[in-house]
């Protein structure tokens, strides 16, 4: 994380590397503070299984990603 959280603007323990790979990943690792990205591990546990997401199929990861990044409030990754 470089600056504060993209989700709640604290400064706090940032994660030590990019937690997914690729520029998803990449993006959360430099936006996302490590309390906020725990968050969105038990949150995405439902928006999958509310939306039938299958994390092995891209289309199904394309979108997790899509929630992932309104979730956190990423900006887009480059
Ligand atoms: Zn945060």
């Known amino acids: 994380m470089q600056g504060s959280c993209s989700r709640c603007g604290a400064t706090g323990p940032a994660l030590s590397e990019p937690p ?11 936006q996302v503070c490590r309390a906020c990205w725990d968050a969105w ?3 995405q546990t439902l928006v999958m299984n509310h ?11 394309e979108q997790l990603y899509r929630y992932m990044s309104e979730y956190l409030r990423l900006r887009p990754p480059g």
Do not use: K
């Open 51 to 61: 939306y039938g997401l299958r994390p092995w199929v891209p289309a199904d990861r």
């Open 20 to 30: 997914m790979p690729g520029r998803w990943g990449q993006a959360v690792f430099e």
């Open 41 to 43: 591990r038990s949150e």
